[in-house]
Nanobody
Framework: QMQLVESGGGSVQTGGSLRLACAAS????????MGWFRQVPGKEREFVAAISRYGSATYYAQSVRGRYTISRDNTKNVLYLQMNNLAPEDTAVYYCAADLVQFSSETYYSTNSGQYEHWGQGTQVTVSS
């Protein structure tokens, strides 16, 4: 059974930066495409960023492109999300997720939350103006 634990959330002012980490245990993340999602109370969970198994392919939501960077360290079994130039609309609970890749692909990733089998508990990010 895979477990994911996010960390690094907190409160920052507009324009600030945070780096989220997602530590995995139980399974090697090299078997998984990984993603970050976020959710605001009363709204659906939305896709933020995704990365393929070995990091050769990444994709970002339009709202974060150019400000966020997703990366992974398979040797440490950790996924990261560097968030720069944060704005109040980035305030949300951020979740990491793992999508088991059941075929040989080094560029596969998904933006669909339904594709992800494992989820962390989430970490709160609050950006004040």
């Amino acid at each position: 059974q895979m477990q994911l634990v996010e960390s690094g959330g907190g409160s920052v002012q507009t324009g600030g930066s945070l780096r989220l980490a997602c530590a995995a245990s139980g399974r090697p993340i090299s078997s998984y495409a990984m993603g970050w999602f976020r959710q605001v109370p009363g709204k659906e969970r939305e896709f933020v960023a995704a990365i393929s198994r070995y990091g050769s392919a990444t994709y970002y939501a339009q709202s974060v492109r150019g400000r966020y960077t997703i990366s992974r360290d398979n040797t440490k079994n950790v996924l990261y999300l560097q968030m720069n130039n944060l704005a109040p609309e980035d305030t949300a609970v951020y979740y990491c997720a793992a999508d088991l890749v059941q075929f040989s692909s080094e560029t596969y990733y998904s933006t669909n939350s339904g594709q992800y089998e494992h989820w962390g508990q989430g970490t709160q990010v609050t950006v004040s103006s």
